[in-house]
């Protein structure tokens, strides 16, 4: 039998790729579920049990939670990173992690092939069979779901017909949880009109009222929520999505254009992440100086663009995550925020390297800094190339 090595979510399209696979393809199917923030342990076994009810030879479970942070998550928080300023990048981050884990696992294994349950619509199936391409270069990819150009209606009557158990009426919605969001995906969204239902978020709004956080950064990551001090920066965005998740902030519909060419919509659930940026960009405006964050906004947008389009393993990444990090030296410090049902405001911050310093001036007030009269010569001095220019340009039309 071929060995095949299959990338496991334990969900709809992955299930219907374990029985198809072992059943009518006749593979050894060895199943590995790459965690980036998305289960708990409970959750964990219950896949890997799913799995082997189902089939394969094996299930290895990673946790990649970390290392994800370490390699991505922590660079697209540097840059303030939203996908037309929108989307935190929460599935396209992850799918990069998860397929880097799962050509590993090949490797290990030694497999014949490699399979996704990507469908043929979206960018998912150009993440993963690039990095495959390029991290396991001859090892076959096997795609069902994209190759049979399947509904998930057929698959549903599929596993049916296999005796196949699971919570169908759940899989009407394609849900993808990690840690920097989730996605939900569903008959609302693939019209250009349409907001899923309140029942098809996964987190339901059971908080009211209105609560104040501090998020302490230091060197450009989140290390404490109100002054709970946490050991790894994931920790501490975990706590902080058990806290304004309940206000069903971060709820929102992506609109994007995809590798392949096409329009597509997506919901999205991210309170943390959307706190995170908007707080530490707000932190950022006061420490940074203008051409630090000028040059910042450009290299992010390319940086978050070309990683949603899969390409992390590009060098060019690598000297943009140098920049980026160089960025942070000084964003230190704490930036408070007032939560609300469905939304969040940030009130200010506070840094010891807050460059509005009122030792310098107060800005429309007065400034300690430089006097009228050195304004007064400095503004002549700083238009004069353009003053010479209109000069030039009306001697020149007056001959």
């Known amino acids: 039998m071929k060995k095949i090595v299959l990338g496991f979510s334990g969900g709809l399209d992955t299930s219907f790729c374990v029985k198809y696979l072992t059943e009518d393809k006749g593979y050894e199917v060895h199943s590995v579920i790459v965690n980036t923030g998305g289960f708990d342990e409970e959750e964990l076994k219950k896949i890997e049990a799913h ?9 290895t479970t990673v946790n990649a939670v970390k290392s994800y942070y370490d390699a991505i998550i922590r660079y697209l928080i540097y840059g303030n990173v939203l996908k037309n300023n929108t989307y935190p990048l929460s599935v396209s981050a992850e799918r990069l992690s998860q397929a880097l884990h ?33 991290m396991i270069p ?27 158990e699971m919570n169908f009426a759940k899989a009407v919605y394609s849900i ?19 907001m899923l239902p309140e029942e098809a978020w996964p987190t339901q709004v059971t908080a009211t009222g209105e609560r104040e956080v501090k998020l302490s950064f230091k060197e450009g990551q989140l290390v404490a929520v109100d002054d709970k001090q946490f050991d790894h920066p994931t920790e501490a965005i975990q706590y902080l ?57 450009q290299l992010a947008q390319f940086y978050g663009n070309w990683l949603h389009e899969g ?13 980026l990090e160089n960025s942070q030296q000084h964003v230190t ?30 800005y429309g007030e007065m400034n ?32």
């Open 241 to 297: 999505q058990s806290i304004a998740g309940p206000y069903g902030i971060g709820r929102d519909i992506h609109v994007g254009d995809t590798i392949i060419g096409i329009k597509g919509r997506v919901g999205f659930e991210a309170a943390a992440p959307m706190i995170i940026l908007k707080a530490h960009h707000a932190l950022e405006k006061h420490v940074l100086t203008k051409w630090q964050l000028n040059w910042k906004d």
């Open 102 to 134: 799962i050509a590993e696992h090949v490797k290990k294994l030694k497999a014949d092939a490699v399979a996704h349950g990507s469908t043929g619509a979206g960018n998912d199936q150009v993440r993963f069979d690039m990095i495959f391409h390029i």
């Open 333 to 362: 410090g704490d930036a408070f925020v007032y939560l609300h049902p469905y939304r969040f405001q940030i009130i200010g911050i506070a840094s010891p390297y807050d460059l509005m310093n009122s030792k310098f001036g107060k």
């Open 51 to 59: 799995a082997y009810k189902l089939g394969v030879k094996t299930h």
């Open 368 to 399: 300690t800094g430089f006097t009228g009269e050195d304004v007064r010569g400095f503004s002549k001095i700083f238009g004069n190339q353009t003053s010479i220019y209109q000069l030039v340009k009306q001697d020149a039309a007056g001959k």
């Open 311 to 323: 390409q992390i393993l590009d060098p060019v990444m690598r000297d943009i995550e140098a920049f």
């Open 138 to 164: 001859g090892v076959e990819i096997i795609t069902p779901i994209r190759d049979m150009k399947l509904s998930r209606e057929e698959e549903i009557d599929y596993l049916k017909k296999k005796g196949v």
């Open 176 to 194: 993808n949880k990690g840690l920097w969001g989730t996605s939900v995906g569903g008959k609302e969204t693939l019209s250009s009109k349409g």
